[in-house]
């Protein structure tokens, strides 16, 4: 079973960028659809970003074109590169990862990691 385990949250000025990266134990990442989401006090956790079919990758309509998931295939760990902060990106994010492409809600998912947390100042 794999487990999941996100890095490189912090605090950050709005404008500002962070790198967030997801690692896996116990499986190979290459092997599963990754996935990015986030949860804000008092909301629902929300997708960001995905795999779909055909190595396509799906994102949020309001991170397009900010926030970019890459797999590094010699590291064996998915980044996500989040830039342009905005004081409304600050959550929660965690990875997770399923063998199921295209999916877009949270209770879908099978594997999660703990979260980190994002905090973007104005």
């Known amino acids: 079973q794999v487990q999941l385990v996100e890095s490189g949250g912090g605090l950050v000025q709005a404008g500002g960028s962070l790198r967030l990266t997801c690692a896996a134990s116990?499986?190979?990442?290459?092997?599963?659809?990754v996935y990015w989401f986030r949860q804000a006090p008092g909301k629902e956790r929300e997708f960001i970003v995905g795999?779909?079919?055909?190595?396509?990758?799906d994102y949020k309509s309001s991170v397009k074109g900010r926030f970019t998931m890459s797999k590094d295939a010699a590291r064996g760990t998915v980044d996500l590169q989040m830039n342009s902060l905005n004081p409304e990106d600050t959550a929660v994010y965690y990875c997770?990862?399923?063998?199921?492409?295209?999916?877009?809600?949270?209770?879908?998912?099978?594997?999660w990691g703990q979260g980190t947390q994002v905090t973007v100042s104005s």
């Open positions: 997770a990862a399923d063998r199921t492409y295209g999916l877009r809600a949270a209770h879908a998912l099978t594997y």
């Open positions: 116990g499986g190979t990442l290459s092997e599963y659809a």
């Open positions: 795999e779909y079919w055909g190595q396509q990758i």
